[in-house]
């Protein structure tokens, strides 16, 4: 049988009955032990061919989506080359989900609300009509967007490759971006993403490195090991002497999908990487604000993290 018809069958099987497909099954156990998901679920473990990591014709990369992040964040060709995703993949989770988790199921996970992996709660993200979290907890929620669902998006990965402006590419389908697996926020009020149930993502495509860059990611979190982010970032920059000649800065944590932050880009081209222009373009992220009565911690802590991320890319440990 061919690696196509494979694809299509497990598609199939997913349409005729029903459920979702699992990867990993970091999140999908979790959620079925909950109650939360009851399945049936479609597994592609089989599916070898989608997992590893491939040159393109152009200097880029295939990561194929069932690559765990353990492996993404080892490998010596993504380090070298593509630095703020092996940075990403290896800051995740923690050391046993990374081993199992994979680059699609990071992708296409759910949230963490807590309203939403409880049963005994009707909210949006299974059907309902409102969201307890708005009315009720929601101080690990959202700080930036409107919609309906105040639960941040939870992809890591998903926030590093924005900086890429990288690819993914979905069985029987044209390859298209990253962002366009979540589109607006206002459009995830029943998901976390936009692909059908029996969609198949097939791979990340990264394309060709950019000579001499710099990259640095940071999570703020609660605790030292094992938790969410409360809020995260990731900046890739290139300098030419102390002038910065390329930037792209991504956050997440913060809205209902991830965020690629393009008015701090605008705030560092073709500056000097002085503290005062990082410091300036790490505050612009605060006219996006809006926190919920109990996120409003969430504004100063976005910027300062963005600021982090900046000046960790400008100095020394800004490489891998």
């Not at 990071?106 to 049963?119: A, F, I, K, V």
């Not at 009707?122 to 309902?128: H, P, R, V």
């Not at 000649?245 to 990487?273: C, D, I, K, N, S």
Request: charged residues 20%.
């Amino acid at each position: 049988m061919s690696t196509e018809t494979a694809l299509t069958d497990l598609s199939a099987a997913v349409l005729s009955r029903g459920g979702e497909l699992r990867a990993g099954g970091t999140d999908t156990t979790a959620r079925q032990r909950s109650g939360v998901s009851p399945g049936p679920f479609t597994d592609l473990g089989g599916a070898g061919h989608l997992r590893g990591c491939t040159a393109l014709p152009g200097g880029g990369l295939r990561i194929g989506a069932l690559t765990t992040l353990a492996e993404l964040a080892a490998d010596p060709h993504v380090r070298a080359g593509w630095p703020a995703v092996a940075l990403s993949a290896g800051t995740a989770a923690t050391p046993q989900i990374r081993s199992a988790g994979t680059v699609g199921g990071n992708l296409l996970q759910r949230n963490r609300c807590w309203y939403y992996r409880n049963p005994h709660f009707s909210c949006l993200q299974k059907g309902g009509t409102g969201c307890p979290a708005r009315q009720g907890d929601h101080h690990f929620g959202v700080v930036s967007g409107d919609g309906p669902c105040v639960a941040p998006h939870p992809s890591t990965l998903a926030m590093a490759l924005l900086t890429y402006d990288a690819e993914v590419q979905v069985h029987g389908e044209s390859p298209r971006g990253v962002a366009d697996l979540y589109g607006d926020g206002d459009r995830l009020s029943h998901g976390d993403h936009l692909l059908p149930p029996d969609r198949i993502l097939t791979a990340v495509h990264l394309p060709a490195p950019l000579p001499g860059e710099r990259a640095a990611c940071h999570r703020a979190i609660s605790r030292a090991h094992a938790e969410w982010p409360l809020v995260e970032a990731t900046a890739r920059l290139v300098l030419d002497g102390s002038t910065i000649t390329h930037a792209a800065v991504a956050a997440g944590g913060v809205a209902r999908v991830p965020l690629r932050l393009t008015e701090v880009e605008a705030a560092l081209a073709g500056r000097e990487a002085t503290p005062d222009c990082l410091a300036a373009a790490a505050a612009t992220v605060l006219a996006r604000c809006r926190p919920l009565p109990q996120t409003g911690y969430k504004a100063k802590l976005f910027r300062d993290t963005v600021l982090e991320v900046l000046e960790r890319a400008v100095g020394p440990a800004g490489a891998v």
